[in-house]
């Protein structure tokens, strides 16, 4: 199981704006290829499903507090996937994970199987 990298992470303030990047150091799996995934997990809460991007349609999928805000890309000259955040705000804060699949697709996050250790994401008042 090859693990994921994310970067991109750091504290902004309320109405800023922040690009996370997911990325694998294994040439054996890229992210462009894949099914990817972004999740967040603030402290005291329950893990919650971001955005995703499907591998075969390109179709995007966001999570109803963040559409309109976020936007999840593949970055093909990189081997990644970001997800481009504005309008951040308080609410946002929390531990990003990023998570790919051969297969999987959507928000659950039991259907990855490959994951990044996470990117902290802070927003001020």
């Known amino acids: 199981q090859v693990q994921l990298v994310e970067s991109g992470g750091g504290t902004v303030q309320s109405g800023g704006s922040l690009v996370l990047t997911c990325s694998s150091p294994q040439s054996t799996l890229s992210v462009v290829e894949y099914g990817v995934a972004w999740f967040r997990q603030a402290p005291g809460k329950e893990r919650e499903g971001v955005s995703s991007?499907?591998?075969?349609?390109?179709?995007?999928y966001y999570s109803d507090s963040v559409k309109g805000r976020f936007t999840i890309f593949r970055d093909k000259s990189k081997n990644a996937v970001t997800l481009q955040m504005k309008s951040l705000t308080p609410e946002d804060t929390a531990v990003y994970f990023c998570a790919a699949d051969s297969i999987a697709y959507g928000l659950n996050g039991e259907l990855y199987h490959h994951w990044g250790q996470g990117t902290q994401v802070t927003v001020s008042s």
């Open positions: 991007i499907n591998r075969y349609t390109d179709i995007p």
